[in-house]
């Protein structure tokens, strides 16, 4: 069983809308969660990290961690085609291992 | 954010031959770092977890005695594939963490590995 669940997609928004990411997490144990985006061909690269419960905002991205629930969420504001790509959620417990879900893939349509 | 530095980014080798991927923190001691595998179309597969100074740790199914994980400084791990086949073909990534405290993970630009 993946210890980490993402909708593979695709998700398909149109520009200058709200691009909406779930992920949930099965081990309680997990402290630090983060989030990458992937382009194709090339390796992840880290967009933020969350490990309080609440919400984080950086620029046009915003986490959301719910500990109780098990999940945290990704919000992209205002898409733009560039945002185009996979995005993977990582949970990091105890042992410093990250756990990568599957990935949800983003395609943002002028 | 840190710099992690990959390479090479890609090689092409014989079958039976073996083939080195440096993974460096450019700008940051790295306790730990992560050797993954991604095939097209899929998530990233851990391999192994390395910390300096010590045995890799591999994930269920990994050869180790295959991919040979070498961390010998705090800045530095190599991955090894030995006696590579066309089934090993796949876009190698590394990472690194500075410590273990909710610190995020940064990593390499890959290696396309394709062997022939």
């Known amino acids: 069983q993946k210890e980490v669940e993402q909708n593979s997609g695709p998700l398909s928004v149109p520009e200058g809308a709200i691009a909406s990411l779930n992920c949930t997490y099965s081990d309680r144990g997990s402290q630090s969660f983060f989030w990458y985006r992937q382009y194709s061909g090339k390796s992840p690269e880290l967009i933020m990290f969350?490990?309080?419960?609440g919400d984080k905002e950086d620029g046009r991205f915003t986490a959301q961690l719910n500990k109780a629930s098990q999940y945290v969420s990704l919000l992209i504001r205002d898409s733009q085609p560039s945002d185009s790509a996979t995005y993977l959620c990582?949970?990091?417990?105890?042992?410093?291992?990250?756990?990568f879900g599957g990935g949800t893939r983003v395609l943002v349509k002028p | 954010g840190a710099v992690v530095s990959q390479h090479p980014s890609r090689v092409i080798c014989k079958s039976g031959t073996s083939v080195k991927i440096e993974c460096r923190s450019l700008?940051?001691?790295?306790?730990?770092m992560f050797w993954y595998r991604q095939f097209p179309k899929q998530s990233l597969m851990l391999m192994a977890t390395?910390?300096?100074?010590?045995?890799?740790?591999?994930e269920q199914g990994v050869e180790k005695d295959k991919f040979l994980i070498n961390h010998a400084s705090l800045t530095l791990s190599t991955l090894t594939v030995t006696s590579a086949h066309p089934e090993d073909s796949s876009f190698y990534i590394c990472?690194?963490?500075?410590?273990?405290?909710?610190?995020?993970?940064?990593f390499g630009q890959g290696t396309r590995l394709t062997v022939v």
């Open positions: 969350i490990y309080s419960n």
């Open positions: 990472s690194a963490r500075k410590d273990t405290s909710h610190t995020e993970a940064f």
């Open positions: 390395s910390n300096e100074g010590s045995k890799a740790t591999y």
């Open positions: 990582a949970a990091s417990a105890a042992g410093n291992k990250l756990t």
């Open positions: 700008d940051f001691q790295a306790t730990t």
